[in-house]
């Protein structure tokens, strides 16, 4: 696995104190692009809360993003800014695969967790991620529907030509 685009390594023994503020260079939003397949990502930055839960650490916060990314009807690129929360338990390795040897129930204020290696875990890669899973891959820009029309495709049930009346005809039978 190669080097992730945004690292922050945290150090688990003392965990920092107040609001972390992760914030993606140039450099780095240029690769997380790339990544992602976006056009380009203009602003990205979360702020964060740590609390030790004894072996585990949660996270808590926001990431913020603004980026371009390309219509999946037209392929022109719009802008897109999103809010999302952040809400991760980070463990020590081998916790994971403990807690999957025995049934577990969910509870609404459970959170996803990232197991840790050594004494440090990676809050800008957790920060990617979040960013990943909030980017939509099917966004539609604000031509989307001009160009399904000039490519003949509507919406269905509506479809035009001798194909379409053919299939109408046969359901009629």
Do not use: W
């Amino acid at each position: 696995m190669s080097d992730p685009e945004l690292s922050r390594p945290i150090k688990t023994r003392p965990i920092p104190g107040g609001t972390i503020v992760v914030e993606a260079d140039e450099t780095e939003r240029r690769h997380l692009a790339g990544r992602f397949r976006l056009t380009s990502i203009e602003m990205l930055r979360a702020e964060i809360a740590l609390d030790d839960k004894g072996k585990a650490i949660r996270a808590n916060g926001k990431v913020e993003a603004r980026f371009t990314q390309p219509c999946s009807v037209s392929f022109e690129d719009f802008p897109v800014t999103i809010s999302e929360p952040l809400d991760l338990r980070f463990v020590p390795e081998g916790t994971l695969a403990e807690s999957h040897d025995e049934e577990i129930e969910l509870e609404a204020d459970d959170c996803d967790e990232i197991e840790y290696f050594g004494d440090t875990f990676d809050l800008g890669e957790a920060v990617s991620q979040t960013l990943g899973l909030a980017i939509d891959p099917y966004a539609e820009g604000p031509n989307a529907d001009a160009a399904r029309k000039t490519a003949g495709i509507t919406e269905e049930g509506q479809q035009d030509g001798p194909l379409a009346e053919a299939l109408a005809a046969l359901k009629k039978g």
